[in-house]
T-cell receptor, first 114, second 115 residues
């Protein structure tokens, strides 16, 4: 069982549509991070959320951390073909030994058609 | 400033051989983590080094090992390669203790193919 359940796994939409990706867990996280990865490259950090209920905006992207710090969402407004890629949520578990350890969701492959 | 550099980018090895991958973190970053990425399992944590000490380890067999040098550069080694070790190996760096709050910078990875 994945510690972080990310949904949907695949998303194929038209340019201009809105979309939301979800990341859920039964565990509490010190922080939740979102990355975007292009084929053959490493993930690139989009945002880190650390406070329950926190909302961060990055241009057309809105990130939210759940009040209980167990879930997060990524909302994209008016998607563009340049948004195409693999979106990954990753968390640092609260408590215990979490040095340098990110737990990743399975990822969402987003395709935006012109 | 230069990003995280991983070498080599591509590697083809035969079953039973061993391999060493290298990671140079961003200047000033002392924490280096390694991940394995496969289509079936996604990104899985291998281990983390800070100031030449392994502070955390994932659930991988002992064939996977690593080390960090005094200049923060890190290497990981996989011995007795198996077909299932074929993957993209990624390293990530962060300043001291900051990755949790500010995120990590990943390299482009080493694509290892075991034949």
């Amino acid at each position: 069982t994945q510690l972080l359940e990310q949904s949907p796994q695949f998303l194929s939409i038209q340019e201009g549509e809105n979309l939301t990706v979800y990341c859920n867990s039964s565990s509490v996280f010190s922080s939740l991070q979102w990355y975007r990865q292009e084929p053959g490259e490493g993930p690139v950090l989009l945002v880190t959320v650390v406070t329950g209920g926190e909302v961060k905006k990055l241009k057309r992207l809105t990130f939210q951390f759940g009040d209980a710090r167990k879930d997060s969402s990524l909302h994209i407004t008016a998607a563009q073909p340049g948004d195409t890629g693999l979106y990954l949520c990753a968390g640092v578990e609260a408590g215990g030994t979490s040095y340098g350890k990110l737990t990743f969701g399975q990822g969402t492959i987003l395709t935006v058609h012109p | 400033k230069a990003g995280v550099t991983q070498t080599p980018r591509y590697l083809i090895k035969t079953r039973g051989q061993q391999v060493t991958l290298s990671c140079s973190p961003i200047s000033g970053h002392r924490s280096v983590s390694w991940y394995q990425q496969t289509p079936g399992q996604g990104l899985q944590f291998l281990f983390e080094y800070f100031s030449e000490t392994q502070r955390n380890k994932g659930n991988f067999p002992g064939r996977f090992s690593g080390r960090q040098f005094s200049n923060s550069r890190s290497e990981m080694n996989v011995s007795t390669l198996e077909l299932g070790d074929s993957a993209l190996y990624l390293c990530a760096s962060s300043p001291q203790g900051q990755g949790i709050w500010y995120g990590y910078t990943f390299g482009s990875g080493t694509r290892l193919t075991v034949v």
